[in-house]
Each structure stands twice: as C-alpha cells, then as structure tokens.
C-alpha cells in the first residue's frame, strides 16, 4: 500500500500507511547507502517496502576507512525523490543544521563543514541542497504507535508550548531575524570581533575556509555572522539540543525517561497513541539498543560497532506496534 503522508506541521509529519524502511546515520559513506538504496528499490519492486526513511546525518565523514561521498549521497537522493515522491523522506540531523545557518560544526580536532561547502561550491549544487535541508521534517509519527526522529527527547521540550514550536519550526522566520540584527550593526566591526573570538588573521580567511565564498562580494560572505546570531538566539537551544541530544548518557535515565514519555505525548496529540521512538544519532554496539524502554536506537553506517552489525527497520505504519519486541523482529542486518 502507498505512503499515506500528511504533512500538518513543517517539521512533524504523519504516515498513515505504508510500509517503512529505515536507515540511519550514513555520514557519507556511499558503499552502505548504495547497498541500502538498492535494497529499497528491490522491495519496493516486489511490493514488500512502499517507502525509505533517513534519519538524518546522512552527510560528513570523519572516517579514514571510506571517502566522503556526502553531495553525491544527497545528489542522489533528491534523485530519488524525483523518481519516487513523497515515499523518500529524510528527516534533518544535526550535521544537515549547520549549513542552512552558517555556522560551523566540529567534534575534536574533526571540522565537518568546510569540506562539505566546499563541495557544493565545486560541483554548484549548493542552492539545491540547501533548499532541501531548509525544508527537512524533525519526525514522522505513524498509526501504529512507531515514531521517528535523527536523536531521540530532550528535557528542553517541557510542555505541548514549546513541542509546537519546534513542530511549526521556522527556519526562515529564525534567519531573517537574525540578518536584521546584523545590518542594524557595524559589519566590519563585527568581522574583527568574530575572528578575533575565533583566533583567526582575519574574518576573510574563515569565511572562505567556513563558506567557500570567493570574496567579499559574495552575498553569503557574512552568513558566519548570521550563524553567530542564530546560535545567540534562545529559541535556537530548543531546535539544537532536539537534534543533538546524547539522550540518556547527556541526562541521566531518570529525567531522560521523562522526557521521552513527553515526547511521545506531544507526538500523540490529535492523533494514535505513540508508544515507540526510533532514532540513531549515537554509536551503539551490536548495531542496535533499546533505550528507556520506549526507545529504539540503532545504526546503518559508521555508528554500528562493529560496522558489519549495521541495521535497518522494515514496518508497517499502519498495524499497531504492541511492544519494542514486536519491532525488534522487523530489524534485518545489512550484512
């Protein structure tokens, strides 16, 4: 049966029937995605998988063990998307965020970003796959109780108020505030500033390392000041920790298990009871983890350890999901 996919909210969408595969976390790394895509289209073509779902991160590698094939990955993609519609859905992670707002993202001594713009740059796609990432879902919920999400809950979505806000998110609304902010200032002064914050010779040098702008005529050449606005903004915290959140391991069990029985409930609101969130975002071993109960985290790509216990989830949206061992039995290796 088709995806039945109603989109009530930008960021929150509901499939009412379908059935779902899932993937997780690929960070770039072709080899698994091209297995995974084929495997879609080959159930798709004998009936047995009606729609594919990426959780996000699809883009930056920090492995040395496979190139970093993030645009061609997202290329095809929106490819995908071409030839099949509305049943290709990618949720955003926090890797896709950075590079609709402008600021940079690293972990360790690792810099995700420069490498990924400068990679749109070079193949001049960048309005494409911008324009996709600024229009990505945070979650899918589904009649049978099943939703998704890239990370899992945070504490920080405290009542149905501020679930709403990040569901009706508004990335533009967000943007625009924060280039008037930036006019209303001194642009050179704020250049000086940011690179002296950031320890660099000049605000010329990071923006061509950051953006891949070819000068200061560039209209995105202060869109790393745009980023610091953004990333000021208290509303921004909400959105980030959302899609960034360590879960359990960042807020201890007790007040994580809290916060994803909110989460669940804001998900339920006007529609089925959900009882399930699925994410990845984190390394997990053996290639999946049941977490608080309620939750199912598991991994595609580089977050399964070892990599060859990769996963991924094949499920009715529409028939009830009783309890985590029924969704367990619909995760199939990779390998």
Known sequence: MPFALAKEHPRLWS????????????????????????????????????????????????????????????????????????????????????????????????????????????????????????????????????????????????????????????HQAILT????????????GMRRAFARLSQAESYNDLAVKYLSVNGIHDPRYDDLLVGFFVTSNNDFDLLYSALSTACEQEFGMEAYNKALTDLL???????????????????????YQVVAKNQLRFASGPHAKPLETGRYLLFDTAQPVGNMEDLLARLFSIY
């Open 15 to 170: 499939l009412n029937s379908g059935v779902a595969m899932v993937i997780t976390d690929l960070h770039g790394d072709w080899k698994t995605y091209q297995y995974l895509r084929d495997r879609f289209t080959d159930l798709h073509a004998k009936g047995k998988a009606d729609g594919l779902i990426f959780t996000g991160d699809i883009i930056h590698s920090d492995s040395e063990k496979f190139p970093d094939q993030s645009v061609e990955i997202v290329l095809d993609i929106l490819n995908l998307q071409s030839n099949f519609g509305e049943a290709i859905i990618y949720l955003c992670g926090n890797h896709e965020l950075p590079h609709i707002y402008g600021f940079g993202l690293a972990k360790g001594k690792t810099e995700y970003t420069p490498s990924f713009e400068n990679q749109m740059s070079q193949s001049n796609v960048r309005g494409d796959i911008i324009e996709l990432f600024s229009a990505l879902p945070f979650y899918v919920r589904t009649v049978s109780g099943v939703s998704i999400a890239h990370a899992g809950a945070t504490p920080l979505i405290s009542n149905s108020r501020s679930a709403m806000h990040l569901f009706d998110w508004d």
């Open 177 to 188: 505030e924060a280039r008037a902010k930036l006019e209303e200032g001194d642009q050179e």
């Open 265 to 287: 409930q804001y998900l339920s609101s006007e529609y089925s009871t959900q009882r399930v969130l699925v994410s990845g975002h984190m390394a997990v071993q053996d290639g």
